[in-house]
């Protein structure tokens, strides 16, 4: 073989342009034993496929997968942490003595005063909410101009 159809496929290889039939006519150059002493550097690179190509794998597969308990382990914590949790919430939930005062008034006057007051809170909630649904509706009116 030339040395320069060698070269040129050597370069060929290197950009990843080369068809399987030049590969193999690579791989059998590098590996006779009559290689151009320039071209020794790249015998260890052919060499290698064809060593690679002869090895199997001789160890053993295991079938059985490991059993993981730390996941057991962990989701039993888990579930005795909830359970104490709910254990205590319920424990002082229920210890602590009932309220029988409901806000009642035995003044009608006074009730109708805190009646009032507590409207007026709920009349301010409810005014906040509609101001910021006329910033809605005005951005909907001109996100209906600029889209239509």
Known sequence: MALDNIEKLIEKYFDATTTLAEEKELKA???SDN???PLEQYKPIF???AQAKHEQFT???PLKAKKRHTVLWIS???SVVV???VGFFTFNHYNQPVSEDFGTYDDPEVAFRETQKALEM???SVNEGIESMDYLSEYEQSKNIIFK
């Open 29 to 31: 150059y590098f590996s």
């Open 122 to 124: 709920i009349s301010q």
């Open 47 to 49: 060499g290698y496929m």
């Open 59 to 61: 160890g053993t597969i």
């Open 83 to 85: 359970l104490l949790g």
């Open 35 to 37: 290689v151009a002493p």
């Open 76 to 78: 039993v914590a888990a």
